[in-house]
């Protein structure tokens, strides 16, 4: 009961700070993932009075990812009413051409209008649809949701940083007069602070294994998997890997700086 | 006779820079047993603080055990505290230890190994008469008993000198009678060097010993 009540407090802190990094992460994955859908949904139109070789148009600017022409067919069959074969050729000829645009990234408002700048470029270009209504509507929710996440992942840093401050102050308390004592009968300042490191490293790796366990269980929850699949992204909920390494050495490393802050802090009683 | 202490006009103060000893000048024998004693707030702890370290100098030199402690660096200063044990008024017990990794501590601090770290224990812990006890933690003993723990820790590395802060000053009879038996076989078998802070000295003793007493920041030798 006395060692678990040792561990517990430095656990806790270290867990909710461990699960704020990995819902960040999450989040992060998630809006990177959303940007690439509303990417792949996304395409610009443009109009030429002659026809354009594909690296023309890519090579405008960075962000044009493929360019693909529009057939004129769907167009003539609507208009098809008594025109001759003949006459429907010499129609496809004198009509303009029509490429459709797929972009690298969701683009910014800025990025559109410098797109559009580029493109105009090309004299025979004369008319560019983006979209742009849709688009800002969409960007702005966006942008909205990346500020909302921003404001949270500051609230938490500071809840955070209160946390770790108060566990420092616990233990400053707690450590500082075995290490008086210890400094009393000579004991070099590596011995005196093994006791706080051992602890340090050992609260760390409990934290680092409930998060673990904690995200495995989530990453295979099906209700979460199926709130993802809703909004057709398709992320590592929790890379056992790669995230497995992150959280440990996150936890190890803040544990670790504690322990030195309070080595550093520590003042021999008189 | 080979002098433990040499103090040469030694002055000192706390951070208000009132002066609690002023230019006092003694020397100490290797293997001597000596009582300081004073009234209250005259500067026995004070001294003895200055003795393992934990106060400097304002001015003159102290040298114990060879090593002049004014502007001594920290790895020095370990060093010779690990030839020092120390016993403390208010014990200075690591309460989350039990009373048999305390008694340990200054033998795992010099490097002791561990068969030869637990026969010592074991041997102390009979002495100090707490065999019986020697898994439990400091707050589970009586203030009598806690200062049995202190004194054990302290003679547990043989130490060159042992400075001891009113090691009975609230004891029975019983602890007490214990402590002096222990400060004098450490004195008489080990011929280590005995510095006693206190108030009363007892009347019983088996060994030589020399009084120092302190007034108004003067150190005299009570002939």
């Known amino acids: 009961m006395k060692s678990f009540k040792n561990h517990f407090s430095l656990v806790i802190a270290l867990v909710s700070i461990l699960f704020s990094i990995q819902i960040f992460a999450i989040v992060d994955r998630t809006m990177d993932a959303y940007k690439e859908n509303?990417?792949?949904?996304?395409?610009?139109?443009?109009?030429?009075?002659?026809?354009?070789?594909?690296?023309?148009?890519?090579?405008?600017?960075?962000?044009?990812?493929?360019?693909?022409?529009?057939?004129?067919?769907?167009?003539?069959?609507?208009?098809?009413?008594?025109?001759?074969?003949?006459?429907?050729?010499?129609?496809?000829?004198?009509?303009?051409?029509?490429?459709?645009?797929?972009?690298?990234?969701?683009?910014?408002?800025?990025?559109?209008?410098?797109?559009?700048?580029?493109?105009?470029?090309?004299?025979?270009?004369?008319?560019?649809?983006?979209?742009?209504h849709n688009h800002d509507t969409t960007y702005k929710l966006l942008v909205l949701f990346k500020t909302v996440v921003f404001v949270f992942a500051l609230v938490v840093f500071v809840v955070t940083t209160l946390l770790i401050f108060k566990e420092l102050r616990i233990w400053q308390f707690k450590h500082n007069e075995r290490m008086s004592i210890m400094a009393l009968f000579g004991a070099p300042i590596w011995l005196r602070?093994?006791?706080?490191?051992?602890?340090?490293?050992?609260?760390?790796?409990?934290?680092?294994?409930?998060?673990?366990?904690?995200?495995?269980?989530?990453?295979?929850?099906?209700?979460?998997?199926?709130?993802?699949?809703?909004?057709?992204?398709?992320?590592?909920?929790f890379d056992i890997v790669n995230d497995a390494v992150t959280l440990f050495s996150a936890s190890i490393t803040l544990s670790i700086i504690l322990a030195l802050m309070i080595v550093i802090g520590h003042k021999e009683e008189v | 006779?080979?002098?433990?202490?040499?103090?040469?006009?030694?002055?000192?103060?706390?951070?208000?820079?009132?002066?609690?000893?002023?230019?006092?000048?003694?020397?100490?024998?290797?293997?001597?047993?000596?009582?300081?004693?004073?009234?209250?707030?005259?500067?026995?702890?004070?001294?003895?603080?200055?003795?393992?370290?934990?106060?400097?100098?304002?001015?003159?030199?102290?040298?114990?055990?060879?090593?002049?402690?004014?502007?001594?660096?920290?790895?020095?200063?370990?060093?010779?505290?690990?030839?020092?044990?120390i016993v403390f008024q208010d014990y200075k017990l690591v309460k989350e230890w039990t009373i048999e990794k305390n008694i340990m501590l200054p033998l795992i601090i010099n490097g002791?190994?561990?068969?030869?770290?637990?026969?010592?224990?074991?041997?102390?812990?009979?002495?100090?008469?707490?065999?019986?006890?020697?898994?439990?933690?400091?707050?589970?003993?009586?203030?009598?008993?806690?200062?049995?723990?202190?004194?054990?820790?302290?003679?547990?590395?043989?130490?060159?000198?042992?400075?001891?802060?009113?090691?009975?000053?609230?004891l029975d009879d019983y602890s007490s009678q214990l402590i002096w038996n222990l400060l004098e076989g450490a004195n008489e078998q080990l011929n280590t060097t005995v510095i006693v802070v206190t108030h009363n000295i007892p009347r019983n003793l088996n060994v030589d010993y020399k009084h120092y007493n302190i007034e108004y920041g003067s150190i005299h030798e009570v002939l």
């Not at chain 1, 429907?88 to 004198?94: G, I, S």
């Not at chain 1, 995200?215 to 398709?234: H, K, R, W």
């Not at chain 2, 770290?117 to 008469?129: C, E």
Request: hydrophobic share 40%.
């Open chain 1, 38 to 132: 509303l990417a792949n949904n996304y395409s610009i139109i443009i109009i030429s009075q002659k026809k354009l070789q594909d690296k023309e148009i890519i090579d405008v600017n960075d962000l044009i990812k493929s360019v693909t022409e529009l057939s004129a067919d769907n167009v003539i069959e609507r208009l098809n009413s008594g025109i001759t074969e003949k006459n429907k050729e010499l129609l496809k000829l004198t009509l303009p051409k029509f490429y459709k645009l797929t972009l690298t990234e969701y683009p910014s408002p800025k990025q559109i209008e410098k797109l559009r700048e580029n493109l105009l470029k090309i004299k025979s270009i004369t008319k560019i649809e983006d979209f742009s």
């Open chain 1, 193 to 237: 602070s093994a006791v706080l490191f051992r602890l340090a490293i050992v609260d760390a790796i409990i934290a680092g294994v409930i998060t673990f366990g904690l995200f495995v269980y989530i990453a295979s929850e099906p209700l979460i998997i199926e709130q993802f699949e809703n909004l057709s992204i398709n992320i590592i909920i």
């Open chain 2, 1 to 85: 006779m080979d002098k433990v202490i040499v103090a040469q006009d030694l002055s000192l103060s706390y951070s208000n820079n009132e002066t609690i000893i002023n230019k006092a000048n003694f020397s100490i024998d290797s293997g001597s047993f000596i009582f300081i004693t004073g009234a209250s707030g005259s500067g026995k702890s004070t001294l003895l603080k200055s003795l393992y370290g934990s106060l400097k100098a304002k001015q003159g030199s102290l040298i114990v055990g060879g090593v002049e402690l004014r502007g001594v660096t920290t790895s020095k200063l370990n060093f010779l505290r690990r030839h020092i044990g």
């Open chain 2, 112 to 170: 002791y190994e561990k068969g030869v770290t637990q026969n010592q224990v074991d041997s102390l812990l009979k002495h100090v008469r707490l065999k019986h006890q020697a898994g439990k933690y400091p707050l589970e003993l009586s203030g009598g008993e806690q200062q049995r723990v202190a004194m054990a820790r302290a003679l547990a590395h043989n130490p060159i000198l042992i400075l001891a802060d009113e090691p009975t000053g609230n």
